[in-house]
């Protein structure tokens, strides 16, 4: 992996595909709290601010309702 | 304390509903039925002379010095295996008595040496003590007859020496290694007179043996026949220090044997829960690091790392220290800077490092070695049961049925343990393994598992699922217990999921690779067998999926009913010493001590007010975060107490990225380790045998490590901690780790009831220690999870993104050694290197063939990251298209070939799973070469220290 | 055709009876091989018509079939040797063929299993209880009582263990039974197999009895449906005389060094594979099937003196005219054995010792012949019956030498567990060496100066007897089995008897 | 057929226990003439021993031998029974005729202590033994 931002985007994809199988509703409010409570500032920062074309739906579900509600 | 040597009471304990009354010398004696007399008198302060029974071993009956007299019976039974009866009438010391036992001591000495003042047992030789016992003056025998006189003695082994003519022939070596350790490996050869002992076959010495240099024979031998070379060399120790020992999670604890402030041996301390008097080659006899010459004992510095280092006091060091830190802080901000604690140091050591990046440098960038280890286990047992750490105490065993190992490799990585688990397999519980290799543990002498299920690395999930599935498909689970502790929801809806035709052994064959019936067979055994118990290592943790892994096992032993009692429950082995401890203490970003999250306010706010400044409230970074961050530069300083992350996490190329980019990299550790590399400060460590404090092992069970020497630099790594603290303006004052102690016990709920004085009267407690569990918990969730109900978790198989292909088309897995620990650095400054000089590759002899390779051939192993070259062992232990190694030396790095995956909750990487082509090589690669020029240039120390 | 019986057994064999029932059939004869009357001076004997003749060989038929052989002993069974008898557990010596089913059934075969098994298995407690039947190996334990532990005890599995390792020297009942009558032994031990609930049995033989092991193997195959579904598995010993003690033959059943156990815990309770197991000698399980026969409790019952009941197949070795098999009931006398049944020694000579019991036995002097067979009569005469082996020694025996052959032989065949007999017996070996040769001087290492407690003085022929006789005590005391235990016996003994033997005076 | 092969066979007709041990290690030592290391290390690898283990039962047993001994053995009984009937007065002559070629083992009863002096050649028996017939029964080996 090549770079801070797809290492991210990588990351959060990972954690959406393993909720994924709770269902999309479930998957994506879970993912947004694991990175609420696991990720540094800086990275959660990173995520929003850079290109999220290679997040999943769910991740990038959850990276929306981050932005909603940081 | 003073030296005397445990006492011993001849036979096993026994455990009985029923008390027996006896008299023995006229003295009124209550114990449990079934206690031998010998016990019983001892127990009641008159013991009888005996050599071939201790109390570590089943009584065998053939020394007959112990013969004693009982009204109603004939003869002179031999107390130690003569059970009490009530209403006995015992006499041990008649004339007849004494004039037996000296006869048989007279045989005795017949045939042995008689420089007793020259023998290294003079003076703490039972055969010595029990001669003057029974008062032998004269051998009649005369010295002319048959005798094992001049037979010379076995060097081999590096740790001890047997010397069979001062052999008596009692055979508690050879009940030790066959009861205690398991191994088998001795026996008597030959009969009658010219009975002897042998270490494995006629032309075998101890080092040829099948012996682990566990000691137990060398601590079951009565005479100086099995004796250890430290004490023939330095002498009878004159004081012992009860402590715990700093390698694996199993916590043993050890007398620590000195003669001034040299430690003459270690000997497993009787009384220990953990180990139970037992010990292995590490705790025992792998203590010479300490010792050793590479120890660094004077601070270092130098301004960048192409310079050689340059010795300087601990005030200078410290505060070139602490002007490196302030001012990173005053230009990139407390979020530039971070520490590791380590899984080796104390519970005290850790929680002060925490503090230090919390409360001093201002950040949540704290981590530790589990990330790279246990976190998953954190994270999947306080998912699913509401307490990160395993289940049970390690004497759980006992009562097991069926014990499930999976990823874990206990009789090279946690082999005190292991030896409870064999002797518990010995007794009749069955075996399931699950492990891509074939452990020992699937068939060695007298164990052999029930069933082996040989995974393709990375489908554990895709393992467990199928075994939940054929629980729940074929009514196996335990409905009763769920309803009752569970969620019953969530059950039904794991239940359901499960069940689906997908997740059948069949289906996922293809998968997995495990024969579907032998995988309903096991998972059949596990669920109606008995008292079902998971162990499980870092084969699970360290995958893509190590959180799912835990939390499938979690799921398992709930819908089983396999929680709450003796002999069940789910057994994460941990790692390193403390490893529990390190997590317990907040060492992870996100979580203060206790698993209390940062974000939390009313616990940020208890920390708050006990330490006088404001919290960060937002989680820290992990190490591999930290490392892209320094990358990227937002971070600059690190600080790392006990760990080497260059040998030990993986990528090395992206950790050496990392701690290149960094501005001040502080290295707090015994020895100049690979990431030392890169630093531009260096803090002399001290051993555990050099301080005080806690180490918590991996059932949870807090015991304490004392000093028994002065520290080589002269400081405790508290000591140092509190001293760059200070220099950092915190004004810390601890004098003694029980403060630090008292500290964690006032702001962790779990630690609640715990205290160094409490610890010296106990030895030890199990968290949680509070009101609710005053004297602790060796069996958790006894009436109930902490969480409320049980929580399943639907853990779907998702297979790593790290997959095989044309290039690299065979799959590497690692782990340990019986001899080697972790890294190595301690280990292989020691003796031990006589079994394991380098890491090898373990390879099928189908892809060695194809490659071209045969045994001891020198092999490129490369990934997508990065290449090294080593040894290869031809070895069907492995499945075609596996391979296998270990990362002990950094020789090898083999490191530099896993890669950064990593489990997708935890981010501890995946190093179970690297896809690797192997090829013939002529030697070590241009990177090993290369890396070893800058580990030459790195390591240079200037001449004279600057002024 | 005239029908010729001529015994198979080994001690037959090797006295040559193939060759000579290979002789008879060629002179045309339908020869039949039978078990041995265990009229052993006179093997190979040759049955025709009831009427014997023996010891013969090849060069003897002619005369024999032509009636003219002076060879002729009469009819076998009116033989006085034979008439003198009381055969329980040999009543088919001579009679029946080894491994013949019709023969078997024929004498009474299988009526003590058929009734075991109407009866059940607490009747055939309490019958074997009151028969008085007591351990046939030397320990004379009570039968009964050890199948009742057994019974009793708690386990799934358990086990017939039959100790057919007969190593005394001047035994050979068990080797007899075995090779001429291996289906009474069968029976035995499926009565106690129904009796205390197992459904495995070994037996145990030593690997000096390869046609026992034969014999019982085939015997085995032929009635494996009669006594299923209880089986039977022969092990063969591998040379170790130790192995006849009951715990180092578990042992060596489960495939371990044949060292011997400590007991507690009693093999009743936990024995093979530490399951209850009866472990009973060849003797004492052959006589089962005739006490659980209609009537047989009584019967044996009644026989005997004192706490020795029944009969004892009692085996006349070594130096003595008429060697054999001699079964009769409890009670009977040295004197009687040894002269009146045994005729005197083989070689004429007086009679010097007999030693009662195999090589742990005691060397016992003419003056004591008259102590009735029994077990506690002989154990008040520091003696014992153990097996039921009289080995007869003329005047030219050297009992100091056989003295020292005692503790040689404790030496050689020590499993060396125990301490007094590991070193004791080695160290026995040479105190006799010294006593023959007078005392003994302080040796190199006694002498040095730095041996201050040595004492440097001869010591005298009477303290090396002295320090035999603690040896011996040491030994008898404090050894782990009966191997060392019971060494002292014939060293004693012989001490005691014949001191001259050892160039002392009389004592 | 290799030796590891004519082990397989062996072990394949016994079942795989411990208990199966020293039936297996007759078996190899009537094969062969003896229990060797290798032997020991397969044997023990089949029944899931130590090797230590099977060492030790190996040499606890007078009837395994070490190493190959090519010479025919007459067993001897040197028990009491055949020596109230004279064989000591015979072992001179036996060793004699002995020499080096024949190894004369002792053995402590053959069971046929009326008979003696006895003597047994693999499994054949001979009793009643005078000094003619012993150093004639030597030498016929």
Redesign the interface.
């Known amino acids: 992996m090549s770079g801070t931002q797809d290492r991210l985007v990588y990351m959060a994809n990972q954690i959406a595909r393993n909720f994924a199988v709770q269902g999309e509703a479930v998957a994506i409010a879970a993912t947004a709290r694991h990175i609420l409570d696991f990720w540094d500032p800086r990275m959660r920062e990173a995520i929003l601010a850079g290109d999220r074309a290679g997040l999943s739906d769910i991740a990038a579900g959850a990276i929306a309702r981050l932005q909603a509600s940081p | 304390m003073g030296y005397e040597p445990q006492a011993d009471f001849g036979t096993p304990e026994v455990r009985a509903d029923t008390q027996v009354t006896l008299t023995i010398d006229g003295r009124s004696v209550t114990v449990p039925a079934g206690t031998s007399v010998m016990r019983a008198a001892t127990t009641s302060g008159g013991a009888i002379p005996s050599l071939c029974a201790t109390d570590s071993l089943a009584?065998?009956?053939?020394?007959?010095m112990c013969?004693v007299e009982v009204e109603g019976m004939r003869?002179?039974p031999?107390s130690?295996?003569?059970?009490v009866a009530q209403d006995m009438i015992v006499r041990t010391q008649t004339p007849?008595l004494e004039?037996?036992r000296r006869?048989?001591m007279e045989?005795?000495i017949?045939?042995h040496p008689?420089d007793c003042l020259t023998c290294s047992a003079n003076n703490d030789c039972e055969l010595q003590d029990t001669a003057a016992e029974v008062g032998l003056?004269?051998?009649?025998?005369?010295?002319?007859?048959?005798h094992h006189l001049g037979q010379q003695p076995d060097l081999s082994n590096p740790y001890f020496l047997f010397a069979p003519d001062k052999c008596?022939?009692c055979?508690r070596c050879v009940r030790a290694c066959d009861e205690v350790q398991g191994?088998?490996?001795?026996?008597?050869?030959?009969?009658?007179?010219?009975?002897k002992i042998?270490?494995?076959?006629?032309?075998?010495d101890f080092l040829s043996?099948?012996c682990v240099s566990c000691g137990a024979c060398v601590q079951a031998c009565p005479t100086s026949a099995l004796m250890e070379k430290s004490v023939k060399e330095h002498g009878k120790p004159e004081r012992a220090v009860i402590t715990t020992c700093a390698y694996c999670g199993v916590g043993c604890t050890f007398r620590a044997e000195m003669r001034g402030e040299q430690l003459v041996r270690m000997v497993p301390w009787k009384d220990g829960k953990a180990n139970r008097g037992h010990s292995c080659v590490k705790g025992r006899f792998a203590w010479g690091y300490a010792h050793h010459q590479d120890r660094i004992t004077t601070p270092m510095i130098r301004e960048s790392v192409d310079q050689p280092w340059r010795e300087v006091s601990w005030d200078e060091a410290l505060a070139f220290t602490a002007g490196r830190i302030s001012a990173i802080k005053a230009q990139h901000g407390a979020?530039a800077l971070g520490g590791i604690t380590s899984s080796r140091c104390t519970n005290e050591e850790t929680f002060l490092v925490q503090k230090l990046v919390r409360a001093g440098f201002g950040s949540?960038?704290v981590d530790t070695c589990a990330r790279v280890c246990h976190s998953p286990t954190g994270y999947g047992l306080k998912t699913t049961f509401g307490t990160s750490a395993g289940t049970q105490d390690f004497d759980s065993v006992m009562d097991a049925d069926v014990i499930l190992v999976i990823g874990a490799n206990p009789t090279d990585a946690h082999p005190v343990f292991a030896s409870r688990m064999k002797r518990r397999l010995r007794q009749g519980a069955q075996l399931i393994v699950i492990d891509p290799r074939r452990i020992d543990l699937v068939?060695?002498?007298?164990?052999?598992a029930a069933h082996h299920l040989p995974l393709q690395p990375g489908t554990n999930v895709a393992v467990l699922t199928a075994m939940a599935h054929v629980i729940v498909t074929e009514g196996l689970a335990d409905e009763d217990f769920v309803r009752d502790r569970c969620d019953w929801d969530e059950y039904q809806d794991w239940a359901r999921?499960v069940s689906d035709p997908q997740h059948s052994p069949e289906f996922l064959e293809a998968v997995t690779k495990v024969p579907a019936a032998e995988l309903r067979a096991a998972a059949r055994l596990y669920a109606t067998g008995g008292n079902g118990a998971i162990y499980y290592g870092l084969g699970v943790t360290e995958h893509?999926?190590g959180s799912?892994t835990v939390m499938a096992i979690a799921n398992l032993a709930m819908a089983t009913g396999n929680i709450g009692r003796p002999g069940v429950g789910v057994n994460p082995l941990r790692g390193q010493n403390n490893v529990q401890g390190a997590c317990d203490m907040g060492s992870f970003?996100?979580e203060l001590s206790g698993y209390r999250?940062i974000?939390d306010g009313a616990t940020r706010t208890m920390f708050e007010q006990d330490w006088g400044v404001a919290l960060d409230p937002?989680?820290?970074?992990?190490i591999p975060?930290m490392l892209?961050?320094a990358?990227?530069g937002?971070f600059k300083a690190i600080y790392i107490q006990g760990e080497d992350i260059l040998q030990s996490d993986p990528n090395t190329h992206h950790v050496a990225a990392g701690l290149a980019a960094m501005d001040c990299v502080i290295v707090h550790d015994l020895f100049l380790n690979e990431t030392a590399n890169y630093a531009h400060v260096f803090l002399p460590g001290s051993t555990f045998l050099e301080k005080n404090g806690t180490f918590t092992n991996a059932e949870r069970r807090i015991q304490p490590v004392r000093k028994v020497m002065e520290p080589a630099n002269g400081l405790e790594d508290w000591q140092v901690t509190q001293a760059l603290a200070n220099a950092l303006g915190l004004g810390w004052a601890y004098t003694h780790p029980a403060q630090i102690l008292d500290e964690i016990a006032r702001l962790t709920p779990t630690f609640a009831g715990v205290s160094w004085d409490r610890l010296e009267r106990e030895a030890s407690l199990q968290w949680p220690v509070n009101d609710q569990f005053p004297d602790g918990a060796p069996v958790m969730y006894v009436d109930g999870f902490v969480r409320g109900k049980g929580h399943f978790v639907?853990?779907?198989y998702?297979p790593t993104d790290e997959k095989t292909g044309p290039r690299y088309p065979l799959l590497l897995t690692t782990g340990r050694i019986l001899s080697q620990y972790n890294v190595g650095a301690q280990t292989r400054r020691t003796a031990n290197t006589a079994w394991h000089p380098e890491d090898v590759l373990e390879i099928h002899p189908l892809d060695a063939e194809n490659r071209g390779l045969k045994e001891g051939d020198w092999a490129r192993l490369a990934s997508r990251t990065g290449e090294t070259s080593l040894r290869v062992s031809v070895t069907d232990r492995v499945a075609p298209g596996v391979v296998y190694t270990t990362f002990h030396h950094p020789e090898t790095q083999a490191n530099v070939v896993t890669t950064?995956y990593s489990d997708?909750?935890?981010?501890c990487p995946e190093y179970k799973v690297t896809a690797v082509q192997v090829t013939p090589s002529n030697g070590p690669s241009d990177w090993q070469e290369d890396y070893a020029g800058l580990t030459a240039r790195s390591r240079r120390i200037a001449a004279e220290p600057a002024e | 055709m005239t029908a010729v019986r001529i015994s198979d057994d080994a001690l037959a064999l090797a006295c040559g009876a193939d060759a000579l029932a290979a002789a008879f059939e060629a002179a045309g004869c339908a020869v039949e091989r039978v078990s041995s009357w265990g009229m052993h001076w006179l093997e190979p004997l040759v049955e025709i018509d009831g009427m014997g003749f023996g010891p013969a060989t090849p060069e003897d038929v002619d005369a024999i079939l032509s009636g003219k052989s002076a060879k002729a002993i009469g009819p076998i069974a009116a033989h006085p040797f034979i008439a003198g008898q009381q055969r329980l557990t040999f009543a088919r010596a001579g009679r029946t063929r080894a491994l013949s089913l019709e023969d078997y059934e024929r004498t009474g075969g299988w009526a003590g299993l058929e009734r075991a098994r109407r009866i059940g298995p607490e009747h055939v407690l309490d019958e074997v209880a009151r028969s008085g039947l007591r351990g046939r190996g030397g320990a004379g334990f009570p039968a009964g009582v050890k199948w009742r532990t057994v019974a009793q005890a708690p386990g799934a599995r358990k086990f017939i263990v039959c100790n057919a390792d007969e190593g005394d020297s001047g035994t050979f009942a068990d080797r007899m039974l075995m090779e001429g009558d291996p289906l009474q032994l069968i029976e035995g031990m499926a009565i106690a197999a129904h009796a205390v609930g197992a459904a495995q049995g070994y037996i145990y033989i030593r690997s000096e009895y390869p046609h026992a092991i034969r014999k019982l193997r085939d015997a085995l195959k032929l009635c494996a449906d009669i006594i299923a579904p209880f089986t039977i598995d022969v092990r063969v010993g591998a040379g170790a005389y130790v192995c006849g003690e009951e715990t180092s033959l578990l042992n060596s059943l489960e495939g371990k060094r044949g060292e011997v156990r400590a007991k507690p815990p009693l093999p009743a309770l936990q024995g093979l594979f530490g399951c209850p197991t009866v472990v009973n000698n060849v003797l004492t399980l052959a006589a089962v099937p005739h006490i659980l026969a209609e009537g047989g409790a009584q019967d044996y019952e009644a026989r005997g003196t004192g706490r020795s009941k029944g009969t004892m197949p009692i085996q006349l070795a070594g130096n003595i005219r008429h060697g054999g098999l001699y079964e009769t009931s409890f009670g009977i006398t040295l004197n009687q054995l040894i002269f009146e049944i045994g005729g005197g020694t083989a070689s004429g000579r007086p009679v010097k010792a007999v030693q009662v019991g195999g090589p742990l036995g005691a060397y016992l002097h003419p003056g004591q012949f008259d102590i009735p067979f029994d077990y506690e009569a002989y154990a008040a005469a520091d003696a014992l019956i153990g097996h039921g082996g009289i080995t007869v020694f003329d005047d030219t025996a050297d009992m100091a030498a056989l003295a020292r052959f005692a503790m040689e032989f404790c030496a050689a065949e020590s499993c060396g567990k125990c301490t007094p007999c590991r070193i004791g017996s080695v160290r026995g070996q040479e105190i006799i060496d010294r006593i023959l040769s007078g005392g003994r001087q302080a040796d190199a290492v006694e002498l040095l100066p730095q041996m201050h407690n040595a004492r440097l003085a001869q010591r005298s022929q009477a303290e090396e007897v002295q320090l035999l006789e603690e040896l011996c005590a040491v030994m008898k005391d404090a050894s782990l089995c009966a191997l060392g235990g019971f060494t002292p016996y014939p060293v004693v003994s012989a001490l005691r008897h014949w001191p001259a033997d050892f160039g002392l005076g009389a004592r | 057929m290799t030796t590891e092969a004519v082990i397989a066979e062996i072990l394949a007709a016994h079942p795989r226990e411990q208990s199966a041990l020293l039936p297996i290690l007759h078996d190899v030592q009537a094969e062969f003439g003896y229990v060797d290391a290798a032997a020991e290390r397969i044997i023990a690898d089949a029944l899931n021993l130590s090797r230590a283990e099977v060492h030790g039962v190996v040499s606890f047993y007078h009837d395994f031998r070490s190493a190959p001994d090519p010479r025919p053995v007459v067993q001897i009984c040197q028990a009491e029974s055949c020596k109230a009937r004279g064989i000591d007065t015979l072992m001179q002559a036996a060793r004699d005729a002995a020499g080096e070629r024949v190894r004369l083992a002792p053995v402590y009863c053959l069971g046929l202590c009326s008979v003696g002096p006895n003597a047994r050649v693999r499994d054949q028996l001979h009793a009643r033994l005078d000094e003619a017939q012993l150093v004639s029964l030597v030498k016929a080996q």
Do not use: M
Not at chain 2, 183 to 195: D, I, K, P, W, Y
Not at chain 2, 904 to 907: C, F, G, Y
């Open positions: 009584a065998f009956g053939s020394c007959r013969l003869g002179t031999a130690c295996t003569t059970p007849r004039k037996l006869g048989v045989l005795y017949s045939d008689l003056r004269d051998v009649r025998y005369g010295y002319a007859g048959a008596i022939v055979s191994t088998l490996a001795l026996s008597v050869e030959g009969r009658g007179f010219a009975s042998s270490a494995g076959q006629r032309a075998d043996s099948d979020r949540n960038n068939r060695s002498p007298h164990v052999q999921f893509s999926q799912s970003p996100h999250h974000s937002e989680p820290g970074l992990r975060n892209d961050a990358v990227d937002t639907v853990t779907d998702v950064d997708w909750a935890t981010n």
